[in-house]
């Protein structure tokens, strides 16, 4: 797989129609951008065939994904709890004229966040054969989302929020009131017989491409379907420049837009991905919003300080022993296959796994100061899945590989049961490193 070039995306977002070559198609291809470009290329054009595939692909996922999650949101609904669509899954379902325009990862719904309310949905969740990893269950450890679910086919993760934009540290007055004018310009519609909410039209543009992201734990990133999504929802709709700075204006987030449009302008042509000031540009308009404070970040470090300090001992063997592997070399199924207990494994609870992670990864930053997070992959992986399987936790050791514009590159990671850990900090692991391997091969890897 080809990790995309943000230049060719950038070419192909905002030039029309796309100037394209048969070079770039990879690209696109990874990038899920395959649908959108192509019904933007003339009918004759040759590079149709080769982008439909990836629109295909992209229309059939999100079939199985909008099969299981509008049974669940059925549930719900006949139990009185109402569920806001909104992000990725909501803008390919509602906006573009085919799901297959529109990549999106997890699906993004809004719930009232009372303990009560979370607690009867995600039973409903289970009594319709959906998983939970625990995060319900602890209340304390609940950040902007309270909840997250896999459905029974295994096509969904449904990440369940409570508010609309991030929340790790600090007062939750804010981020309340942000949520609770969402939900007061929301409006109730008939999914083909399942009621949902959605997001006013002013706001599915201000809270899913400049809230949703620069106010949580992606800030100072763009994404390659930002450009594309705001394209779609500004012309689709109507909507102008006044009435989405207004908006922002409104729920406090006026540098943030502004920073935001300034780096993705439809108008002008204009798409920063990939430029290496944005990210910081963006962050310091999020500051000027009164966010991203150094009292929040603090606070933040020190909540965490006596779990890490609990931690941090107990998995030194462990960040010793992936640092002796790698300076060993040799094939990586060797060490794990020794860190591998025959004894049945005893699931840790949500919170002793995300700790375990959040501690390996300091120790490997300790270990490791001068060398990035990408290559610090591997010793990172071990330290992760020895002392988790130490632990008792099933976890599988992920090799994966991409081809970029600089040659191959490789990277590792561990994922348990429910795949991805959130603790982990890379969600995206899998669309951008197809698997090579992984380990123990005969267990279940999703």
Known sequence: MTLPD?????????????????????????AGLAGQVRMRLPQDHPLRAALRPGQLALGARHALIRAEVRLLLAAWAREGIPAMLFK?????????GTPGERFYGDVDVLIPEDPTTVMRAVHIAISHGWRSDGQHAAPERWTHESAHLFSPGGQVRLDVHRF????????????????AAL???????????????RPDLVDAVVFNLALGRQWSGDVGGLKPADYADLQRLTARHALTGTQLAARAREVGATHTWAAFREACDPLERHFALGSPDVGPTLVRAVQRDGLLGRRAVWQRRLIRLPRLL???PRLLPDAFAAW?????????????ARWTPASPPRPLALAEVQDAVLAAGWLTRLLYPRQSRVGTCVPRAYTTYRALRRLGHPVVFVSGVARTSRGIQGHAWVEDAHGTI?????????????????????????
């Open 422 to 446: 959130d603790a982990y900090e890379e969600p995206l692991n899998r669309e951008r490193f197809p698997e090579v391997f992984h380990f123990p091969a005969g267990e279940r890897c999703p």
């Open 164 to 179: 609309a934009v991030g929340w790790v540290s600090g007062t939750q007055e804010r981020v309340r009131r942000v949520t």
């Open 324 to 336: 002796w592997a790698v300076r060993s070399g040799g094939d990586p199924r060797v060490p794990l």
């Open 88 to 96: 990725g899954f909501a803008l390919a379902e509602f906006e573009y």
């Open 183 to 197: 939900w007061a310009k929301a409006g109730a519609v008939d999914w083909a017989g399942v009621p949902v909410w």
């Open 310 to 312: 609990r931690w941090l």
């Open 6 to 30: 943000p230049s060719i995306l950038v070419r192909a977002l905002t030039t029309d129609p796309p100037q394209i070559g048969p070079e770039d198609v990879p690209h696109l291809l990874a």
